[in-house]
């Protein structure tokens, strides 16, 4: 086995942090250096993205990664050192991740770099802490990550100017620092009963536990549930999300349309390792899935309430959440896998809408408002500014630049509103398939539900999106917006792979039900981890 196959896991975090440090040494003038370097870092870890999930679905060599593939930090074996695990699971969120980030990075190379300093550094961290948050068997290391990705994100939502953005960017970052204070005190509770972080090794702990251990193990388990719900931005917990995503940047709203994931997936995590020795509340089950409903109905509400794109963008985003959370908490395991493919596609859709309703609105005077990013940061319409970057707008802009844009609106409330022919409604018809199919394992209640709050959450997008679609694009006082392929192309990319990913429904499902058969199987999980890494830092 090559050496440096055997450290493939461990480049998802180390590509992003080197290239944040090294964007720190040109200077902020040479932007098509730094461009290029930000871009080489992120094609990087697309591809080693794309070679993990070859090798956990067993479709690449080396066989020594298989399914679960585990590396021990400084050859420090479990219980002991700090290990990455991938898995299928972990494998499809840094791809998703990678997918995502190359398309908001060069959309935001056209202009939005330069609304404000240290862009691209902060871009690059807040991938690593996505990776390590997806990668981590610890929950310590996890907490890390959470705290990597949202520092890196605070300065992010703050990227450009404007009152609008600072107010919601506050209310960002408090509910965050009081989330991550929830995560050490919750940290602190469960090492002190268990006597470790590591997850795996938790999973075996957790069985032993006495009587009155046990009642401090699950207070300290609510506690991480509810830090995991705000970061997935559940009800009663997510008032901070429509400001936040709709006041900052549109790449940088683009690219957080995968932080509630995070949460999403940290909550999953935990809950298929405890299922064995019975997960506490709010890890799964009738709990769950109800607080999943609950949050469905008010994202709706707030859709149908939301005077603008990009609040509707935020609230979708909210409802999306709330599907994943109840999908997840429905009785057994026939929802895992359509929900895994829901969320594919749900995040790469959701981020090609926050990109596409800034170039609509695009010189729209309350949308100038909103977006509150400086006229001199854009270089445009002055003379210094078409001397000293000629080659930005210049020959630059994409003819039948409203049919473009039409186009790819009108695909994007296909895919968040799921309707056919693409991935939303195949995502969404499957998951209602499912949950019917599961009965009488699973109450009818609970299908019945399930399937009136995604369709009455889709007939409110159609409802919404339409009635400000038409004040958009029937707005014939306002000139066409003038885009750039830079632009147009990463949103036209991610349209055609929630696209391709309606066209590949079989291939595509076959990997998400072998990943959500691999991801309830704890034991497979708990025996990769625990015996420790080999030699050279890998099993």
Known sequence: ????????????????????????????????????????????????????????????????????????????TPPFGIVLVVDRLAAV???????????????????WERAGAHYLPLFQLLLMGLNGAFLTGDLFNLFVFFEVLLAA????????????????????????????????VAAALIYGVTGTLNMAELAQRVAALAAGERALFDL???????????????????????????????????????????????LLRFATLLQDVGAPAPFGG??????????????TIGVLAAQKLVRVA?????????????????????????????????????????????????????????????FEAFGLGTKEASSDHPDEMAGAAIPAAMAFLGLA????????????PLSGFVGKFMLIAA????????????????????LLSSLAGVIALSRLGIRVFWDTERPTPRLQWIEAAPTAALVLLCTALAFGTGPAMTYFDATARSLHDAQAYVDAVLPGAGAGGTE
Not at 38 to 65: E, H, K, N, S, Y
Not at 337 to 366: D, N, Q
Not at 435 to 453: C, K, N, R, V
């Open 1 to 76: 086995m090559s050496s440096w196959l055997q450290h493939l896991p461990i480049l998802p975090v180390l590509l992003p942090l080197l290239a944040a440090a090294l964007l720190l040494l040109p200077s902020e003038t040479r932007r098509r250096a730094r461009a290029a370097m930000a871009l080489t870092a992120t094609l990087a870890q697309l591809a080693v993205a794309i070679v993990l999930l070859g090798m956990t679905d067993g479709r690449l060599p080396p066989a020594w990664l298989g399914e679960i593939g585990v590396y021990a930090l400084g050859g420090w």
């Open 93 to 111: 969120m840094l791809v998703l991740t990678a997918v995502l980030a190359l398309a908001t990075l060069v959309y935001s190379l056209a202009r």
């Open 153 to 184: 994100s605070y300065g992010l939502v703050l990227h450009g100017s404007g009152a609008a953005r600072v107010k919601a960017g506050m209310h960002y970052i408090v509910v965050n620092l009081v989330a991550s204070l929830i995560f050490l």
């Open 220 to 266: 300290g388990a609510l506690l991480l549930g509810i830090v995991f719900l705000v970061k997935a931005a559940a009800w009663p917990l997510n008032f901070w999300l429509p400001g936040a995503y709709g006041a900052a940047a549109a790449p940088v709203a683009g690219v957080f349309a995968i932080l509630t994931k995070v949460g999403v997936y940290a």
């Open 286 to 299: 009738d709990w769950l899935f109800y607080w999943g409903i609950v949050t469905i109905a008010v994202g």
């Open 314 to 374: 935020g609230f979708l985003v909210i409802v999306s959440s709330g599907t994943l959370l109840a999908a997840f908490g429905f009785t057994g395991t026939t929802l895992t896998g359509p929900a895994l493919y829901y969320l594919v596609s749900s995040v790469l859709a959701s981020g090609a809408f926050f990109m596409v309703i800034e170039m609509a609105e695009r010189g729209r005077t309350a949308s100038a408002d909103l977006l509150a990013v400086s």
């Open 409 to 420: 609106f009108f695909s994007c409330v296909l895919l968040l509103a799921g309707l056919p």
């Open 435 to 454: 949950a019917i199919a599961a009965s009488p394992q699973a109450p009818l209640l609970h299908a019945g539900l399930f399937g009136a709050a995604l």
